[in-house]
């Protein structure tokens, strides 16, 4: 089992904050052992600034958090590699290579970042906390048990004139057997693109001759941007259902392909509820096609296996432990000193006659009488470990544990301070308050600062969470909380050392 070491050893910038990413990315891994990924894709394809950039930032608009690291939206030409978004508890931003080699990106790079890179051989993903990218227990082309997840693919567009992906509407994994849905953006005033029409009718044709796979026939989705007259949206529905269904009759898929139309207007900021009902079709026509199989995995697929977790997982007693321990540190100090004393009462006269020896025993009476007798704090952190099975193993050793010991470890220290203090008593002292004031006060306020600190505070707020037995709510808010609290230690830090 790992031991907690204490705090402040290390006055790297953000190195609270990296040591807890690390932490919750293993507890991540870890409950990720039952989310598997399931071949299944749907590609967003248009021209260049039909969009396509801007349905994903609305699609995963509630993620404000990670703003930095969705795609960047304009009129102008911004997408040059692909890129993959998909479902994790943690979010990230990572660009891969073909021998799958990872590069962790803290911002969405800018189409010259990105054009550093080959589109053929690298490509962006997005790992985001998103429900609606949960498949559920579903078997489309793995038979492999767990919660799927889907890969949304947001290619570089048409004519972009970047690369062999961005001009070949079946590059990048569009030809293969893995496709649920196909979403096709483009502007109201550029729907009789003939480029557009070359390029979907490649597309049907590798449908017709089977090349491409789509699960249950190709449900093809046409996000029509730019729709800023709602009179108009049923006008454009039906021209945009005509054209592509004389396609289909001209391919000889017409029987294969289900259409589904929205319009939309992503500049109007007032129509927040309009955009949110357009959220909601579109997720629903893009998983049509698995409408039957899939299990709906919304957030309580998550809660559900963390509210099956083994007896011994459950954190719940480890915090009541915990808060009795922070409850009985607290006392303690309050009791340390009283009447602005350290040994209240006790003064020279009260040790006149006692020898050296009995003047300190008569001493160490009195101030047990005050305080009571304390247990270190090794002692009672050892009973709070848990297994190294745990998935918060990693986050309750480097996060929790070492921020109780820290703050009751400045209690250990006081009491060794006022031991040694008393151990170390003077016969000729005739000031016992001056005496121990001048060599303890010090270590006194480091305890009591311990004890105005943020984790204090956040223990405090968390105290009524151990009698919760809604698992899933308990883990979420201490990862939140304890998120917050070491990007305020790091930012302390950093001005304190500015």
Known sequence: MATPLPNGQDNTPNKN??????????????????????????????????????????????????????????LERQSALPLEITYAETPRLLRIDADKNETLLFAFPVREEQQLFDASNHYLRLELPEPELLLGNVSLCSAEEGIKRLVLKDMPGWNSGDSFVADNPLANGLVSSDNISLVYVVR???????DDLIRLQAIFAAVQTGEAFFYNNL??????????????????????????????????????????????????EQDVLNHEEFAKYFWQAIFAPIAQEKIAATPSDLANRLQHWPEDWLVQSKLSSSFLLIKAAKQFIEQFKKQDQFIANMNNTRLLGLSKQERRVKTYNAWLKQVGVWQSSTENLQKLQVTDDHPLALWWSSYW??????????????????????????????????????????????????FQSPFYCLSVALEPMQHDNDQAKVVATLLSLSIIDVKYADYYQLLKTA
């Open 401 to 450: 544990l070492t921020q109780l010991y820290s703050l009751i470890n400045s209690v250990d220290r006081l009491v060794l301070q006022m031991d040694t203090a008393i151990q170390q008593l003077p016969i000729e002292v005739t000031d016992l308050q001056s005496y121990f004031h001048d060599r303890v006060e010090a270590s006194y306020q480091q305890a009591v600062e311990a």
């Open 188 to 194: 109201a005033n550029g729907m009789d693109s003939q």
């Open 17 to 74: 904050t990296v040591l807890l990413e690390e932490s919750i990315q293993a507890f991540n891994d870890k409950m990720l052992e039952k989310i598997v990924d399931e071949m299944a894709v749907v590609h967003i394809i248009g021209s260049f600034s039909a969009g396509k950039s801007r349905l994903v930032r609305e699609l995963l608009s509630s993620h404000k958090t990670i703003h930095a690291l969705l795609p960047i939206s304009s």
């Open 219 to 268: 449900h093809l989705i046409v996000v029509v941007t730019r729709c800023d007259n709602s009179n108009e949206h049923k006008a454009i529905t039906d021209r945009m259902t005509q054209r592509l269904q004389e396609l289909a009759k001209k391919m000889d898929i017409e029987e294969q392909l289900y259409l589904t139309v929205l319009c939309v207007d992503f500049g109007k």
